[in-house]
């Protein structure tokens, strides 16, 4: 499968029965834009947004507590709009709209347990929690934090809260306890919702310790709520003694069970709130600083999750939508949103391959999944082990599968087709925690070439830029918007002025929103992401995205991950650096000639590393990133300390690796002995990320 080659074709049946078409037959209809393409209806999203998305509001039929004076106040460009000015509406009442009856939430874990819950049921559990938060003092605007599973639990505490005006954030159970304060932390929260405990890999983890630390923390917090989640756990102190934060007035918050906060039966009635009214806070990675609190709006939200959901994912109520997410990725935010569509949502607790790779697959075929959200590394995973699930099971319910989190190559795109199904369209979709949603998304009208997104999403007006900051076609660029979006953060927390807003998304070029993606627009119109664009490789005057690279190296059969670093700058030609975990039997000595022979010949003698580097783990990010940018950092003389927070990464100790490594083999000179020894503790300190 070669880059660009045609995979799939939707037939006109498909496209005539999808909600994108069903919403240009009303626009044709009610006399508002005649667009016959995709081309023709993106081209007018972005050229009149505020006819666009006044359409969407009446097409979904969003619900005003207060009619808003208008669409779209303009700012400069991308920066400073404002969405509905005057609106007052909350996002939980398009949840609850839905009939009583019809399945809303089927929650799975690895341990084999299933739940369910109707519209009506989740209404109702909802109201119960909205009704015990608001005894608790919990008021408009105050934060509820909570650490929790992806379960039915998460999903009816958001609800809760939204409903009330208060201000939502979550953490997966996973994060270690000064990775979960230095965020919750920054929005002071007067309540925290919290696990006892949760399952992974087949093993329980018990949170008791975890949370006694986090509460210590938390200076502001009048509850803590805890969650039966495994099976014989006991309660433990949580405000005691222990649960004092230094240089702060003592803590004495109310503990209650899950059960004592649902006690009261109350009917679930949303507050109207401002259209720009915070809904929820989500963070940015940490790795090389506090992590960057990002505020969305109730309005924002609702208006982009029902485009993206309903138009470019085709949900539905006759869908059953699944994303494999934790509650601390913005993925499970959107999925959170298939309620909005009348979908049912799947939430799945629990790690993907266990006990087996085919455990996810199987789980899709049981429920009749018919949209499969995942990661492009799961589906390269499930490639490289050769599984072909459409062999084994039914899934002829599933039409789409979703990929994000990584550029997902050519090869993804085949296997997907080959092994899953010939009529499923392989949604690959790019966008970021700081709009929770895609810039580049997929279409029902689309055709799909391997490597490529199939479009811009509708009312996102996004552009390759060249070095002199004008849009390129058929070259590699900056991924930038030039026109605002609703769900563009309404601030950053404790941000008064907006200079941080500014400087971490403005400061490129005026008025227009910088992602920080490496990207090529073709001239049909497709997207190419090739990854940060502030890790980009640069030999000899040649740019190239960091995902081509991992494309060969990868394709080896000796090689099971890899991290390439180029400290190339300040005016001169660094040196490559590219580390490779082995897989098992592997002859490392032949593996390291292997990938220096194949790097010359499929890409160029330039792009030969200076140094292959062997370890057996390399680092990620909690949400499963390569750490590119902090590595580099410290090869070109910034202490570990300074340049990487060790609570943001998933596996620590593939750092120490990486670190003992790197001084080995001579590059970590400019340091001291103690910065690149094994086992320092890296502190949340440093530059921000983006």
Not at 498 to 518: E, I, M, P, Q
Request: aromatic content about 8%; proline content about 6%; hydrophobic content about 40%.
């Amino acid at each position: 499968m070669r880059d660009g080659d045609l995979i799939f074709e939707p037939t006109p049946e498909r496209m005539g029965r999808s909600q994108m078409s069903q919403f240009m037959a009303w626009l044709r209809a009610n006399d508002i834009v005649d667009a016959r393409s995709y081309d023709e209806l993106h081209r007018w999203s972005v050229r009149d947004l505020p006819a666009f998305w006044s359409a969407i509001a009446r097409w979904d039929g969003v619900i005003w507590h207060k009619r808003p004076e208008e669409a779209l106040l303009i700012g400069e460009g991308a920066e400073g709009a404002s969405f509905f000015p005057g609106a007052e509406l909350n996002y939980v009442d398009h949840v609850i709209r839905h009939g009583r009856l019809a399945p809303a939430l089927i929650a799975l874990d690895e341990t084999g347990n299933r739940r369910t819950l109707t519209y009506g049921e989740l209404a109702s559990l909802a109201g119960a929690i909205a009704a015990g938060l608001r005894s608790l003092g919990v008021s408009k605007g105050d934060r509820v934090a909570a650490v929790l599973p992806n379960s039915i639990e998460a999903v009816a505490a958001f609800l809760a809260t939204a409903s009330l005006g208060a201000i939502w954030s979550s953490c997966a159970p996973e994060f270690g306890a000064p990775s979960m304060t230095d965020r919750f932390r920054q929005i002071g929260p007067t309540v925290l919702i919290a696990a006892d405990g949760y399952s992974y890999g087949g093993k329980q983890y018990l949170l008791h310790e975890k949370t006694v630390e986090l509460v210590a923390g938390l200076p502001d917090l009048a509850a803590v709520i805890e969650v039966p989640q495994v099976a014989g756990s006991t309660s433990s102190d949580l405000s005691g003694g222990t649960c004092r934060h230094r240089g702060s007035r003592q803590q004495n918050p109310t503990l209650l069970s899950w059960a004592e906060l649902a006690a009261q039966r109350e009917q679930l009635n949303p507050l109207p709130v401002a259209f720009d009214h915070p809904l929820w806070i989500l963070y940015s990675s940490g790795t090389t600083g506090l992590p960057k609190a990002i505020v969305h709006s109730h309005g924002g939200i609702l208006l982009e999750h029902l485009k993206s959901a309903r138009l470019h994912s085709d949900f539905g109520p006759t869908e059953r939508v699944f994303w494999y997410s934790t509650t601390g990725w913005m993925m499970w935010n959107f999925l959170v949103g298939g309620l909005l569509t009348g979908s049912a949502v799947v939430c799945y607790d629990g790690s993907a391959v266990y006990p087996d790779q085919m455990a996810l697959w199987r789980m899709a075929a049981r429920e009749a999944v018919t949209y499969f959200g995942t990661s492009a590394p799961f589906i390269e995973a499930c490639r490289k082990a050769q599984l072909s699930p459409r062999r084994e099971l039914d899934l002829s319910a599933l039409h789409t599968i979703g990929s994000t989190g990584a550029p997902l190559p050519a090869e993804g795109f085949a296997w997907a087709c080959e092994e899953i199904g010939d009529d499923v369209l392989v949604a690959s979709v790019s966008g970021g925690t700081d709009v929770c949603t895609a810039f580049l998304h997929s279409s029902p009208l689309l055709p799909v070439y391997a490597g490529e997104i199939q479009c811009a999403a509708l009312g996102c007006d996004a552009q390759a830029f060249g070095p002199d900051g004008r849009p390129v076609i058929g070259e590699v660029g900056e991924l930038v918007i030039t026109t605002p979006m609703p769900s563009m953060p309404v601030s950053l927390w404790g941000d008064d002025d907006g200079s941080r807003l500014h400087a971490t998304y403005f400061s490129d070029y005026r008025g227009v929103w910088r992602h920080g993606d490496w990207v090529r627009r073709t001239e049909r119109d497709t997207f190419v992401v090739y990854g940060r664009s502030d890790a980009t490789l640069n030999r000899g005057g040649v740019r190239m995205g960091t995902s081509e690279f991992y494309r060969i190296v990868e394709a080896l059969g000796e090689v099971s991950d890899s991290l390439v670093v180029d400290t190339t700058g300040l005016g001169r030609e660094g040196e490559l650096v590219l580390f490779v975990v082995p897989r098992a039997g592997a002859e490392v000595n032949a593996l390291k000639e292997s990938v220096r022979t194949t790097l010359r010949e499929r890409l160029s003698p330039r792009h030969v590393p200076d140094h292959v580097l062997i370890a057996s783990d390399l680092p990620r990010t909690l949400n499963g990133k390569r750490v590119e940018v902090p590595i580099r950092r410290i090869l070109l003389g910034t202490s570990p300390t300074d340049a990487l927070s060790r609570d943001s990464l998933a596996n620590p100790a593939a750092l120490d690796e990486v670190l003992r490594e790197l001084e080995a083999a001579g590059l970590l000179s400019s340091l001291t002995p103690a910065a690149g020894r094994a086992g320092t503790e890296v502190s949340s300190v440093g530059s921000e990320d983006s």
